[in-house]
């Protein structure tokens, strides 16, 4: 006889729903407040120039980005792999998919320069634009996993279920390519100009979207009193920690490629070495904490019993990710382009004798990024109150024997 | 009725006469008007009332070894034509062209040269633009369509030049045959507006004004200009010719 999951909705009349409808509506509040001044005043009151093109708001956009396409694999699990046991799991997984996706793409909006200009964007295509193929991929994400998550919490749907699953796997996986390729597709630029780029964006959003579920799991099911097993946690860790390894593989091999390319040991040698902040969070920010610290928490015996754990090896994932983010995007382009292969630049109008080109980020870009989380966040309490998505137990004992693979 | 007629004649001839003289006092000028355009349209080898075509490829030859250390009278004549103002800060300033100073890391020989938009037969500019704001006239001029510019900045990621910059402040003193928009992308248009009516770019005026001759500014696809001549005679390069850009604006002595 088949186990029954029963999910519910949330009562949303705790002072602990309130509060985050609240903090969430600041967050939202601040960036648009962020949003209206850099549309008023220009560009100029943000740390972004003509050399450091994309800044702060483009870290959060892509980290939520990223986040979003990686925690629909809770559900991908379920139904693709079909492994029962996230299946109590998978309606939390599609709904954070589509809020983390909304969060990164008003970032991303709001920090245009010509943000009223929306409508352009939606209208007017240049189908060799790896970005405009993202615009489809991000809208057709959202929409395939609306009917993903429509097809699982109807019952008379439920057969179309693992079609709807495997094409939203599908599509995650091009959608994080895209994303991987609008730097990987930058020629000029020798810290981005590579295909690694895709499969690395694709591991990154594997570790961070499971960290970010279970952070988000941890926390409503404290905030809601629902029962939380530590056998439903142990799984999901022990694969985040897989996904940390992927990360780092795809790190090394990428660092290890420019290193063969003389062209590009200048590079290497700031990123590694000479860098400053870009060095300090890549070995300290991503590799320490981002990497290190979560494989132990993870798998040391002494450290891996307690949920304590899993949310300090989440945090550190969310911390190192975050850090390999900055050191990628800002420092690739703080080392100036070399315009002028076997020259030394000795004067230049426009930076280009720079050694490096400095980024200080602005309170605005801040703002206006974490406004993100905000939306994101506002976003799944509004859902959850309305929508049954989160079981009313996962303790051990009442998730079933069958979803015990 | 005989007797009446010559008197009404003359009253007719002189009415006609009349309206003759002011309808040709008053469509004269704008024969004239229209005449000269013709001409101005001529020199250009495109009537302006006709698209632009790929008969023609703009390019530009600067001779390093005639470009003077010091000398700044390309940008300035940039900014002139094209309004451009200081910035609060330098880093957020717009740079259509700039002068860029060398030394050979091997030889240690220096030069000097202006870089400006390259502009590319195959613009990476243009292939990442979303919205296809960012394209390539038919003659090889790369612009941007500022009603449709998002400011995204891609382009500016994507440019292997650095040849573009976004407007990051309220604009003043903007000029009519210049668009320019805060929250845009822009960069050297080659001014359009000047070589369609068969003028050069400001700042090839500017450096011949001055006598140093370091910019040669021409049709690349007749072989009777003076660009497409001089460039079968002496070595030229592109910058960083390894992408493949092929860039129609070429470098004489680097």
Redesign the interface.
Same mark, same amino acid.
């Given at each position: 006889m088949k186990h029954a999951i029963s999910y519910h909705t949330l009562a949303g009349n705790s002072p602990g729903f309130y509060g985050l409808l609240g903090a969430a509506a600041v967050l939202i509040l601040l960036g648009l407040f962020a949003s209206y001044n850099m549309?008023h005043?220009?560009?100029?009151i943000t740390g972004m120039?003509?050399?450091i093109?994309?800044g702060m708001p483009h870290i959060f956009a892509i980290f939520l980005i990223l986040a979003a396409s990686g925690v629909l694999n809770v559900a991908s699990i379920s139904s693709v792999f079909r492994k029962t046991f996230y299946h109590p799991l998978a309606r939390l997984s599609g709904l954070l998919a589509i809020t983390l996706l909304i969060g990164g793409l008003s970032v991303l909006v709001l920090d245009?320069?010509?943000?009223d200009?929306?409508v352009?964007?939606m209208t007017?295509?240049?189908f060799?634009?790896?970005?405009?193929w993202n615009?489809f991929l991000y809208n057709g994400f959202m929409l395939i996993v609306a009917i993903y998550l429509w097809f699982m919490m109807e019952r008379r749907m439920e057969r179309y279920y693992p079609i709807a699953g495997m094409v939203a796997f599908l599509w995650r996986l091009v959608l994080t390519t895209g994303t991987g390729s609008?730097f990987g597709?930058?020629?000029?630029?020798e810290a981005y100009n590579t295909a690694l780029l895709a499969p690395l964006f694709i591991s990154l959003s594997l570790s961070l979207g499971l960290a970010v579920f279970l952070l988000v799991l941890i926390i409503d099911c404290w905030e809601t009193h629902c029962p939380l097993g530590e056998g439903i946690l142990h799984r999901p860790k022990t694969l985040m920690g897989i996904f940390v390894g992927a990360v780092f593989y795809f790190v090394l091999v990428y660092h290890l490629t420019n290193l063969y390319i003389t062209g590009r040991h200048g590079v290497e040698y700031f990123i590694l070495v000479g860098g400053g902040i870009y060095t300090f969070l890549f070995w300290v920010g991503y590799l320490v904490v981002g990497t290190i610290l979560p494989l132990l928490l993870i798998y040391y015996p002494k450290f891996n019993q307690t949920r304590a754990s899993i949310i300090a090896a989440s945090v550190c994932i969310i911390v190192g990710g975050i850090s390999l983010l900055y050191v990628f995007i800002i420092g690739g382009?703080a080392y100036p382009?070399q315009?002028?292969?076997?020259?030394?630049?000795?004067?230049?109008?426009?930076?280009?004798?720079a050694k490096v080109h400095t980024y200080i980020p602005s309170h605005w870009e801040i703002m206006l990024g974490i406004s993100g989380f905000g939306i994101a966040a506002l976003l799944t309490a509004m859902a959850m109150k309305i929508l049954p998505f989160l079981p009313r137990s996962l303790a051990d004992a009442a998730v079933g024997p069958e979803f015990t693979d | 009725m005989k007797e009446e007629t010559p008197i009404q004649s003359p009253k007719r001839r002189d009415f006609l006469k009349t309206t003759a003289v002011v309808a040709g006092m008053t469509v004269a000028p704008g024969v004239l008007l229209h005449s000269f355009s013709q001409v101005n349209a001529a020199d250009a080898g495109k009537p302006v009332d006709q698209p632009v075509t790929d008969a023609v490829r703009w390019g530009m030859l600067i001779d390093t070894a005639q470009c003077s250390d010091g000398c700044?009278d390309c940008?300035n004549a940039c900014k002139a034509e094209h309004g451009l103002t200081e910035?609060?800060?330098?880093? $957020?300033?717009?740079?259509w062209i700039?002068?860029?100073?060398?030394?050979?890391?091997?030889t240690g020989k220096?030069?000097s040269l202006p870089?400006l938009c390259q502009h590319c037969e195959n613009p990476?500019c243009?292939?990442?633009?979303?919205?296809?704001?960012s394209f390539k006239r038919a003659d090889g001029v790369v612009l941007v369509d500022r009603h $449709?510019? $998002?400011?995204?900045?891609?382009c500016?990621?994507?440019?292997?030049?650095?040849a573009?910059?976004?407007?990051?402040?309220?604009l003043e003193g903007q000029r009519p045959h210049s668009p320019r928009?805060?929250?845009?992308?822009e960069g050297c248009n080659l001014c359009v507006h000047r070589i369609d009516h068969g003028h050069l770019p400001a700042c090839v005026e500017a450096c011949q004004t001055t006598g140093h001759q370091a910019m040669l500014f021409g049709n690349l696809k007749d072989p009777n200009s003076d660009i497409a001549k001089k460039l079968s005679q002496v070595q030229s390069t592109a910058?960083?010719p390894?992408?493949r850009l092929n860039p129609g604006v070429r470098y004489q002595g680097l």
């Open positions: 549309e005043h220009g560009h100029t120039t003509n050399q093109v994309w245009l320069g010509r943000p200009r929306l352009v964007a007017a295509y240049n060799k634009s790896i970005f405009t615009i609008i597709f930058l020629i000029a630029r382009q382009l315009i002028f292969p076997g020259m030394e630049v000795t004067a230049s109008g426009f930076f280009d004798d | 700044n940008i910035s609060v800060r330098p880093e $957020i300033a717009p740079q700039r002068k860029v100073g060398l030394k050979d890391k091997l220096t030069y870089v990476p243009a292939d990442v633009c979303p919205t296809g704001a $449709i510019c $998002i400011g995204c900045r891609y500016m990621m994507a440019c292997p030049y650095k573009r910059s976004l407007v990051h402040e309220t928009g805060k929250g845009t992308v910058l960083r390894d992408m």
